[in-house]
T-cell receptor
Framework: DAKTTQPPSMDCAEGRAANLPCNHS???????VYWYRQIHSQGPQYIIH???NNETNEMASLIITEDRKSSTLILPHATLRDTAVYYC??????????FGAGTRLTVKP | GAGVSQSPRYKVAKRGQDVALRCDPI?????LFWYQQALGQGPEFLTY????????KSGLPSDRFFAERPEGSVSTLKIQRTQQEDSAVYLC???????????FGQGTRLTVV
């Protein structure tokens, strides 16, 4: 029971920004938005998380709307190695964590 | 070790056989999660521990599945009388209480023949 909605697939040109949307209209006040990605045959990898403020780290930026009902993960300069399935998850910190189907991002040369 | 370690990486079991999958979390991580991932699907939640307490086992698909973490570190997922539909990658993740985000192992690929 994932609580998030993501497009099943997206394409992005190498070197361009990849913007991956996520809807979480039923998010609760104490739930964070987490993003993970999974490259083929590997375990999921943490990317970033946030509560209500926008966040940036060395991998990506996370933009959360003011009403917190949606968010966007931004990979500023996508490379071929960013091809993966990206998962958006909402959860209370230190509570269980449930994945949806994710977005399959394909970065094309 | 530096990351979450799972063993074995690959397991082939005959239908009806019992299997045990091991997860060594990152040292000091309080939370531990198990997931089942079928081919082409997202990880499906199985169960969650804080220390040795199993706080949520609602995702275990049947009473053939059992998980334990007796000393609050290493965890074992046991599947009794394996069936073909149990074939999947079993993922383990751990996290600390203060950071919240989880680190995943490489998974154990179980094939039931």
């Amino acid at each position: 029971d994932a609580k998030t909605t993501q497009p099943p697939s997206m394409d992005c040109a190498e070197g361009r920004a990849a913007n991956l949307p996520c809807n979480h209209s039923t998010i609760s006040g104490n739930e964070y938005v987490y993003w993970y990605r999974q490259i083929h045959s590997q375990g999921p990898q943490y990317i970033i998380h946030g509560l209500k403020n926008n966040e940036t780290n060395e991998m990506a930026s996370l933009i959360i709307t003011e009403d917190r009902k949606s968010s966007t993960l931004i990979l500023p300069h996508a490379t071929l190695r960013d091809t993966a399935v990206y998962y958006c998850i909402v959860r209370v910190v230190n509570n269980d964590m449930r994945f949806g189907a994710g977005t399959r991002l394909t970065v094309k040369p | 070790g530096a990351g979450v370690s799972q063993s074995p990486r690959y397991k082939v079991a005959k239908r009806g056989q019992d299997v045990a999958l091991r997860c060594d979390p990152i040292s000091g991580h309080v939370s531990l999660f198990w997931y089942q991932q079928a081919l082409g699907q997202g990880p499906e939640f199985l169960t969650y521990f804080q220390n040795e307490a199993q706080l949520d086992k609602s995702g275990l698909p049947s009473d053939r599945f059992f998980a334990e973490r007796p000393e609050g570190s290493v965890s074992t997922l046991k599947i009794q009388r394996t069936q073909q539909e149990d074939s999947a990658v079993y993922l383990c993740a751990s996290s600390s209480l203060d950071r919240g985000h989880a680190f995943f192992g490489q998974g154990t690929r179980l094939t039931v023949v």
